[in-house]
T-cell receptor
Framework: GAVVSQHPSWVICKSGTSVKIECRSL??????MFWYRQFPKQSLMLMAT?????????EQGVEKDKFLINHASLTLSTLTVTSAHPEDSSFYIC?????????????FGPGTRLLVL | GESVGLHLPTLSVQEGDNSIINCAYS??????FIWYKQESGKGPQFIID?????DKRQGQRVTVLLNKTVKHLSLQIAATQPGDSAVYFC?????????????FGTGTRLQVTL
């Protein structure tokens, strides 16, 4: 299989606090993981590409100082939403790309729903 | 700008019938396409993929057709079941041989009626 987990599955926080979301590939190694954001009834928007052992690559318009990404191992990437505000409330989804097999195939985590009050 | 889009935002199909979900893409350099299924509150689930050197690929109850001439992609679901109700996204790999970032279409909601 190709299982990707995320933790937490949902989080509610006060405005101004920071929230860390973990993304793990459980049964395979992933040199590259991706972070997406999805607003209600919309498609997935790529935020950044997380590369193991190097800096993340952010998409245009995504603030790298606000969305901190760390990819410390081949099975774990974290996204930290710093000083979260209500407009950051969204569904955050990670994906992982396997080393073997079709390189372009991404397997997605179950998502983390963030609500900032 | 370039995009991957879907013709129908909502598709209603009777249980047992076949479903066809369409997707148009605009980047002729894209070489890899994937269909994902997303149920409410969950992450996208891989369904089937196809490379640009193919025009058809079959899976279990699903078939993906690729028409590069008109840049059109479709997902066919045979004998649609209630469990198939979800939003379906097509995604394309727009940068062959590089970072392999996927760009997602807008999605089509499939509603299966009994």
């Amino acid at each position: 299989g190709a299982v990707v987990s995320q933790h937490p599955s949902w989080v509610i926080c006060k405005s101004g606090t920071s929230v860390k979301i973990e993304c793990r590939s459980l049964d395979f190694q992933a040199t590259t993981m991706f972070w997406y954001r999805q607003f209600p009834k919309q498609s997935l928007m790529l935020m950044a590409t997380s590369n193991e052992g190097s800096k993340a690559t952010y998409e245009q318009g995504v603030e790298k100082d606000k969305f901190l990404i760390n990819h410390a191992s081949l099975t774990l990437s974290t996204l930290t939403v710093t000083s979260a505000h209500p407009e950051d409330s969204s569904f955050y989804i990670c994906s992982a790309r396997r080393l073997a097999g079709v390189a372009e195939t991404q397997y997605f985590g179950p998502g983390t729903r963030l609500l900032v009050l | 700008g370039e995009s991957v889009g879907l013709h129908l935002p909502t598709l209603s199909v009777q249980e047992g019938d076949n479903s066809i979900i369409n997707c148009a893409y605009s980047n002729s350099a894209s070489d890899y396409f994937i269909w994902y299924k997303q149920e409410s509150g969950k992450g996208p689930q891989f369904i089937i993929d196809i490379r640009s050197n193919m025009d058809k690929r079959q899976g279990q109850r699903v078939t993906v057709l690729l028409n590069k001439t008109v840049k059109h992609l479709s997902l066919q679901i045979a004998a649609t079941q209630p469990g198939d109700s979800a939003v379906y996204f097509c995604a394309e790999n727009r940068r062959p041989g590089t970072a392999s970032k996927l760009t997602f279409g807008t999605g089509t909601r499939l509603q299966v009626t009994l």
